[in-house]
């Protein structure tokens, strides 16, 4: 349960941290350290500096158009890529579809005139960002937006479909990257509502079927491949700081994707049926990946439960655990709940939160840095909560 900390104590706290975490962290030496990192001889590839894959995860920012251009501004031309893993509206129901647009639009303007490096973008739907609005109403501001950064590909672009991938190259050491988005919320206008609700997720078989070959090919091409939606996959019976559960409602199987992941993986076959709740997009997969190589998958970026959260992705019953760390982030928005890890008072003006994720290939682990007010239940506030090491093969362990 959260303990509820003074306003006198937030506000000190709030102060220290907008003036020396926000401002300066981002400069020292503890940061250039995680952000450039070192070979070793524990490594076996000698001593010299090379700078990690690197990427700013924002997210659930809910029409706080400041408090995003603060998060741009401390871009300084470091990242290789920003994603923002989505709800950048607040709607709730099909009468916000005016107030959505209006949002979108000034979300897409804000990202312009701020990403001033010109950082590579990636923007996924959130579900307060759909509900009553069409496919080309999203697609034409924020696909639009993302494509303006960089070239990406799209699965379905023809239909207005917002999921597609985005391939860049790190450096010699780190190697090159394929970040594949997906749409939740793949069905027809006019179906949010009255085929599927409020917080579900749906995926069309179209987009599945260019899920996997958009894996199988960057498994041919030996990129480094991350994924990344506004929900979580998996299960956990336990919700902690270290478990979430995905706080939607899969109209397929929350594990649909897991397990498309993990038969790549395991250099299996998949044949299975996802059957749609709404009797709308069955799923049907067959497919044969045996004589496929290694894929080399890094992690699930998602937002939505407003949590620093990271788990391994597994089943609820603990019968399967997949080789998958999910890495959620904190909301940026002075509404809405933190759900673990950070105390957040509501309507804070101050108040920021994001990661910069610094990621090895050699060592196969992420380091991530945090910043912004990041307060946990107890009021602490320590450097070890703020710098974190993830590693993210879990295939030996």
């Known amino acids: 349960m959260c303990i509820v900390l003074s ?117 996924v739907k959130g579900n307060h960002d759909v509900t009553g609005i069409a496919n080309a109403d999203y697609f034409s501001r924020m696909c639009t937006t993302m494509q303006g950064f960089k070239d990406l590909t799209w699965g379905n672009a023809e239909e207005n479909r917002a999921y597609g991938y985005m391939d860049i190259k790190s450096n010699n050491q780190m190697g090159a990257f394929r970040l594949i988005f997906l749409d939740p919320f793949d069905y027809k206008d006019g179906d949010y509502g009255k085929k599927y609700p409020f917080m579900s997720a749906v995926f069309s078989q179209k987009q599945i079927d260019w899920f996997i070959d958009a894996l199988v090919d960057a498994t041919q091409k030996g990129l480094h491949v991350i994924t990344l939606m506004h929900y979580s996959f998996g299960d956990s019976p336990i919700f902690s700081e270290e478990n979430a559960c995905p706080d939607a409602t899969y109209y397929q199987d929350a594990f649909m994707i897991p397990d498309i992941i993990d038969a790549i993986q395991s250099k299996t076959k998949l044949e299975a049926e996802y059957k749609d709740k709404a009797g709308i997009h069955n799923i049907s ?113």
């Open 7 to 123: 306003e006198d104590i937030y506000a000190q706290k709030a102060q220290v941290l907008a003036n020396e975490a926000i401002e300066t962290y981002l400069f020292n030496q503890e940061y250039q350290a995680y952000r450039c990192g070192r070979l070793n001889s524990e490594n076996g590839v000698g001593r010299s500096w090379y700078k990690r894959f690197t990427l700013m995860h924002i997210t659930d920012v809910h029409a706080s158009y400041d408090l995003l251009r603060q998060a741009f501004r401390l871009n300084k031309g470091d990242f290789d890529v920003i994603c923002n893993t989505g709800d950048n509206a607040n709607g709730c129901g099909e009468k916000d579809a005016p107030a959505i647009i209006t949002t979108l639009d000034s979300i897409s303007s804000v990202v312009k005139a701020a990403n001033i490096h010109k950082t590579p973008y990636i923007d």
């Open 285 to 397: 997969i067959k497919r044969d990946f045996t004589s496929l190589g290694d894929l080399k998958y890094v992690c699930h970026l998602f937002g939505h439960i407003h949590s620093k959260n990271s788990y391994q992705c597994k089943k609820s019953d603990g019968s399967k655990k997949y080789n998958m760390l999910m890495l959620g982030e904190m909301s940026l928005a002075r509404g809405g709940t933190a759900v673990n890890m950070v105390h957040k008072v509501s309507y804070n003006p101050d108040y920021i939160s994001f990661s910069a994720l610094s990621i090895d290939t050699i060592e196969k682990r992420i380091y991530r840095t945090s910043y912004g007010l990041f307060l946990r239940y107890d009021g602490s506030n320590s450097q070890a909560d703020r710098t974190i090491v993830f590693d993210y093969d879990f295939s030996k362990k």
